[in-house]
């Protein structure tokens, strides 16, 4: 059975930083780096969003808010994607989601709060 397990939320201040961590699990290798593997956030009252997601070719694509900020990567042999987050601001407080491409499938999220 494939996973997808967040962790790395919490709260901070603005200016801070957070690394948020995908482990997916229930996957062969092949199958995992074959994958678009994204970010997405959900803030109360909003529609959820898509923050940043990165392929087999390592090609990402982030939303504009966070251009320069954020920076999605994988770790092939650990099956994680993370998702290193500097500069927050406050509105960039939400749940975030790992979502699965090949599985179609999300994780359970993890809340990040930035207070100001």
């Known amino acids: 059975q494939v996973k997808l397990v967040e962790s790395g939320g919490g709260l901070v201040q603005a200016g801070g930083s957070l690394r948020l961590s995908c482990k997916v699990s229930?996957?062969?290798?092949?199958?995992?780096?074959?994958?678009?593997l994204s970010w997405y956030r959900q803030a109360a009252g909003n529609e959820r969003e898509l923050v940043a997601s990165?392929?087999?070719?390592?090609?990402?694509n982030y939303h504009d808010s966070v251009k320069g900020r954020f920076t999605i990567s994988k770790d092939n042999t650990k099956r994680t994607v993370n998702l290193q987050m500097n500069n927050l601001r406050p509105d960039d407080t939400a749940v975030y989601y790992c979502?699965?491409?090949?599985?179609?499938?999300w994780g359970q999220g993890t809340q990040v709060t930035v207070s100001s």
């Open positions: 979502w699965s491409t090949t599985r179609q499938l």
């Open positions: 229930g996957l062969i290798l092949s199958t995992f780096w074959s994958d678009t």
């Open positions: 990165i392929n087999s070719a390592s090609e990402t």
